[in-house]
T-cell receptor
């Protein structure tokens, strides 16, 4: 299995809702990432997990809460979002060995709309 | 801080014509450079990595440290090359953290 799988594909939520985005990979990658991508813009890094520990938080608001329950799973918990948080949320993974650590494999994304 | 610049938002060429997508970066150290591609309705995927020095789908890219550039080239563009192309930079000191350029949308006309 050489894919990063994200669920759901689409999500519509109100500003008072709590929801979660899920990401799964079975490539044995030990680094996993969340990105936010607005239309016609590049992906913006949000979080990086390395060996299930949060290693990078790019000053993301606390209404976004990442979780890495194990080496194959990555969640992004959403609470009290704002309409401007509407975007495509991408998950990615990579190996941690020196040769391949910077090659990232992306999921298809979750398209989030906040009403 | 590192920065990646792709000066062309849109690039349009005819099928069979050569194409060059420009990428310039700013970083004083030795970064790793990549080209990622996103075809319509498909996920973002790696196209090329500078240390591999290989040709993928007819595309090549050479890292020019003097000019801090990593331009993507193909001698004969095909319609299926139409896509969004992102140049990205990763620092070997910060595992996995990539900085992306704003992207270039390539359209290859028949």
């Amino acid at each position: 299995d050489t894919e990063v799988t994200q669920t759901p594909k689409h999500l519509v939520m109100g500003m008072t809702n709590k929801k979660s985005l899920k990401c799964e990979q079975h490539m044995g990658h030990r680094a996993m990432y969340w990105y936010k991508q607005k239309a016609k813009k590049p992906p913006e890094l949000m979080f990086v997990y390395s060996y299930e520990k949060l290693s990078i938080n790019e000053s993301v608001p606390s209404r976004f809460s990442p979780e890495c329950p194990n080496s194959s799973l990555l969640n992004l918990h959403l609470h009290a979002l704002q309409p401007e948080d509407s975007a495509l949320y991408l998950c990615a993974s990579s190996q941690e060995d020196f040769i391949a650590k910077n090659i990232q494999y992306f999921g298809a994304g979750t398209r989030l709309s906040v009403l | 801080a590192q920065r990646v610049t792709q000066p062309e938002k849109l690039l349009s060429v005819f099928k069979g014509a050569p194409v060059e997508l420009k990428c310039n970066y700013s970083y004083s150290g030795s970064p790793e450079l990549f080209w990622y591609v996103q075809y319509s309705r498909q996920r973002l995927q790696l196209l090329l990595r500078h240390i591999s020095r290989e040709s993928i789908k007819g595309f090549t890219a050479d890292l020019n440290k003097g000019e801090t550039s990593f331009h993507l080239k193909k001698p004969f563009a095909q319609e299926e090359d139409s896509a969004m192309y992102y140049c990205a930079l990763s620092l070997n000191t910060n595992a996995g953290k990539s900085t992306f350029g704003d992207g270039t949308t390539l359209t290859v006309k028949p």
